[in-house]
């Protein structure tokens, strides 16, 4: 069994307006260190699978488990970083975000702060530990995000369309620095997105999700690329092409 | 930044300079009654009441009637609004209560306030206090339920408890709420305060304009009328530097 494994995992929402199953028969494994990008269509149910790892939503069928023990609710071993900026804390400082979780276990000042700073610079923010939330560009958010979910430690960082409000340029950047971030820290990833490019780039898995409602997984592709990526190389393209293939059909028969 | 700050000065010194101008033109030209009085006779009179150390008087004593009542209904309204925000159950039970006594005004309920109170101190604070603690208690409800949803989430996957949750995340978003609710209420209180002195007390802005009234002292009420403007547009001033200190830095609308 893999270091995160979902088994049959399914979630119906129920509401006013009846059932909507949003996840249906998902079953995944993965391995410890992996940058695994989980691509579908709007609506497909990709970040409900990510809130059920988060333990933000209790799956309703199936079972979840992150290194041999089930997922029962939210825990600082998954950190997650969100698509809208709005989860970074406007009263703190950069830094102060970054230091968050720390501050929550109670590590002593002088060492949180090391800390934060040691990812401030990791995520190329050096020097803007002092600012607010509000003083910061959106991708700069992003990072400080990326930061305070990187210096929790975490056993494995979810990240939910990070960079999906970003404008193109900014995005490309980012996505260049995640990259350079995970190899230095080898840390499990699992990354939402709706971006082909975005995740050929990153990953070392994709896998390709059948659109919604009931979303399940339709094919898993390796990506053997060498880091850095080069978006222009034979095999980059070849690996766009088979997975183009893949989602095609879905994003055709979803509108 | 300072030259903002020097436009505003600007501004308020310009805008105040043209309403006694207005004023005094209104007096002068238009209704020309020993009734409206122009602004100087009355600056005279409050020179005077300044002097004999008679307007001061009045002043603390109405102000730290509202000061008192203010802080006492705000200690009272922020905790019972934390909670009604933050539990389900709380809010089920409390919410007609805040919908009910909001409707009954506190001018209204100076009557049983004289009655339980008398025409002290007593009552005077419970009145302030009563038309201060609705006020904060809904706006700061509406805070609690405005935090963001990924705020939350986010502290608990970086393993916050319930009452870290509640004390780093929940309770710092909602303080801008608090501080507005607050500023309304302080609106509120200089409302009450004065009908409160008008029908009973020994002292005060409001027992000053209902003396004046007896002894038809026009410029002793101008006194108080200005004397009210000004003591309200200091407080709601210190009220929005409190909340760009506390807040503007990370909430650029308010």
């Known amino acids: 069994m893999g270091f995160v494994a979902l088994d049959g ?114 995520v190329g923010l050096a020097g803007q530990g002092a600012k607010h939330p509000s003083e910061l560009s959106g991708g700069m958010k992003q990072r400080i995000q990326i930061a305070r979910a990187l210096a929790n430690d975490p056993r494995i960082l979810l990240m939910d369309e990070p960079f999906g409000a970003l404008d193109a340029m900014t995005r490309a950047v980012l996505q260049g620095e995640l990259s350079r971030i995970w190899a230095e820290t080898r840390k499990t990833v699992l990354f939402i997105t709706h971006d082909l490019e975005e995740a050929v780039a990153l990953a070392t898995r994709i896998g390709v999700m059948k659109r919604g409602p009931g979303g399940t997984l339709k094919a898993v592709v390796p990506v053997d690329l060498p880091f850095p990526r080069d978006r222009t190389s034979d095999g980059f393209m070849r690996v766009f092409r088979e997975v183009h293939a893949l989602i095609h059909e879905e994003i055709h028969g979803a509108h | 930044m300072l030259t903002s700050r020097a436009a505003t000065i600007a501004g308020y010194v310009a805008g105040f300079a043209l309403l006694f101008l207005v004023w005094h033109l209104a007096s002068v030209f238009l209704v020309r009654s020993v009734l409206f009085p122009s602004p100087w006779p009355v600056f005279e009179r409050a020179w005077v009441l300044i002097e004999d150390s008679i307007l001061q008087e009045q002043i603390l004593a109405s102000m730290r009637r509202i000061l008192q009542g203010f802080l006492l209904g705000s200690l009272i309204g922020i905790p019972i609004g934390l909670a009604i925000g933050s539990f389900r159950p709380v809010r089920l039970l409390l919410e007609p209560w805040t919908e009910f ?114 002894f038809m002292q026009i410029e002793d009420i101008f006194v108080a009328l200005i004397s009210l403007g000004l003591l309200g547009f200091a407080t709601d001033r210190v009220f929005r530097l409190l909340i760009r200190a506390f807040a503007g830095r990370f909430n650029p609308t308010m």
Request: proline fraction near 3%; hydrophobic fraction near 50%; glycine fraction near 10%.
């Open chain 1, 9 to 122: 995992v399914g979630k119906v929402f129920r509401g006013r307006t009846g059932a909507w199953e949003a996840v249906r028969d998902f079953t995944l494994s993965l391995d410890e260190g992996e940058f695994f990008c989980l691509l579908g269509t709007s609506g497909c149910g990709k970040t409900t699978v990510l809130n059920m790892l988060a333990g933000f939503e209790a799956p309703t069928s199936g079972r979840i488990m992150l290194d041999g023990r089930p997922v029962s609710g939210p825990g600082a071993d998954r950190g997650v970083v969100f698509q809208g900026h709005d989860s970074l804390y406007d009263w703190l400082t950069a830094l102060d975000n970054i230091a968050f979780g720390l501050r929550l276990r109670g590590t002593p000042k002088a060492e949180r702060r090391a800390t934060a700073e040691r990812f401030l610079k990791m």
């Open chain 2, 101 to 214: 006594f909001r409707f009954i005004p506190a001018v209204a309920m100076i009557t049983v306030a004289v009655i339980w109170f008398g025409i002290g101190e007593e009552s005077k604070v419970f009145l302030i206090a009563y038309t201060t603690v609705f006020v904060v208690i809904i706006s700061t409800a509406a805070g609690v339920g405005a935090v963001g949803r990924d705020k939350i989430r986010a502290a608990q996957s970086m393993g916050a408890s319930q009452l870290q949750i509640f004390a780093l995340v929940a309770l710092p978003a909602t303080v801008p709420y608090i501080l507005t609710g607050m500023r309304v209420a302080m609106a509120n209180a200089f409302v009450t305060i004065v009908a409160a002195e008008l029908v009973a007390s020994n002292d005060g802005l409001g027992k000053m304009l209902w003396d004046a009234r007896l």
